[in-house]
């Protein structure tokens, strides 16, 4: 059985009132801690990519995917 791990302890409605860094938040969470049956926006990847806080692994994974998508 796999276990997803979610940020449950982040208060988000602070974090909603600025769309970039509740967006940049969203984009960690999926990518950290499972997708959740829900899909990643390539534009949204693309426009924060040098915002993401994310394991260099996966990172560098994600980066041969979106980066060489036309």
Known sequence: MIRLMYNWSTDTTRLKENPDKYNIFVLEQMINFGLNNKKLSLSSLKKHWSKLNIDSN???????IVWTQS
């Open 58 to 64: 996966k990172k560098s994974y994600l980066k041969k």
